[in-house]
């Protein structure tokens, strides 16, 4: 589904990510679309797998299974906020960190699977503002 994923849907999950009790009349207000659009699309997400309540956890971040990674960004000149916004859009991301040293921003990344993963880092690294990223996957937890 994720891949199925409009700018609307992408949009308004980060619209939830911030306030999931957000209102669906001022989701609307904010996405410019009509309450029905949002009320459908809530609907429709939630009926497909990857809305799974209104805490905003999406499918690629339950379970125990599926591939987990960090994406150290470095940002081109001042362009961090749009990147940011960006990267909170992605459904694959599930936090945004801002850091020091080498790499402006880290991302935590989730997917299902290694092939929604390729897609997800694709569109990641196709964000414009972005000048270089390198990216670890996440093997076993230690401890």
Known sequence: ??????????????????????????????????????????????????????????????????????TQIEVRGGSSDKVIAALRRLPEVVSVYSTNGRWDLVAEVRTEDLAGFDQALRRLRDIEGIASSETSLLLAEQG
């Open 1 to 70: 589904m994720a891949d199925a994923l409009d700018a609307l849907d992408q949009d308004l999950i980060a619209l939830l990510r911030a306030d999931s009790r957000t209102p669906a009349a001022l989701l609307a207000k904010q996405l410019k679309v009509s309450r029905s659009t949002v009320q459908n699309r809530i609907a429709r997400l939630q009926r497909s797998g990857l809305l799974l309540g209104f805490t905003i956890r999406l499918a690629s971040e339950t379970g125990l299974h599926g591939v987990r990674a960090i």
